[in-house]
């Protein structure tokens, strides 16, 4: 059972940046895919920036691509997601998520799921 737990969310003002972190435990996760999601109420939830589990590939929603930067330390059992020019529409509850051993996966096919850390872009 693998635990994740994200922090680094708050209020930025347009323009701004933030850091968010996702530390994981109970697992190996050098075998995770480590995924980030962001939702808003009413809305689904949707793939925001995914990396591999050895780290080297990465992709991103267009929406995000040239901003936001995904990256993990494997060593720290930490996966993170630096955000850059921070938009009101970035405004969302960000979850992280891991699914074992799989590049191209569905959001339902994701094994683990944090609790979420809300980033609330002000404009």
């Known amino acids: 059972q693998v635990q994740l737990v994200e922090s680094g969310g708050g209020l930025v003002q347009a323009g701004g940046s933030l850091r968010l972190s996702c530390a994981a435990s109970g697992g190996t996760f050098s075998d995770y895919t480590m995924g980030w999601f962001r939702q808003t109420p009413g809305k689904e939830r949707d793939v925001v920036a995914r990396?591999?589990?050895?780290?080297?590939?990465?992709t991103y929603a267009d929406s995000v691509k040239g901003r936001f930067t995904i990256s993990r330390d494997n060593a720290k059992n930490t996966v993170y997601l630096q955000m850059n020019n921070l938009k009101p529409e970035d405004t969302a509850l960000y979850y992280c998520a891991a699914v074992r051993r799989r590049w191209v996966a569905v959001k339902s096919e994701y094994d683990y799921w944090g609790q979420g850390t809300q980033v609330t872009v002000s404009s």
């Open positions: 990396i591999r589990w050895s780290g080297g590939i990465t």
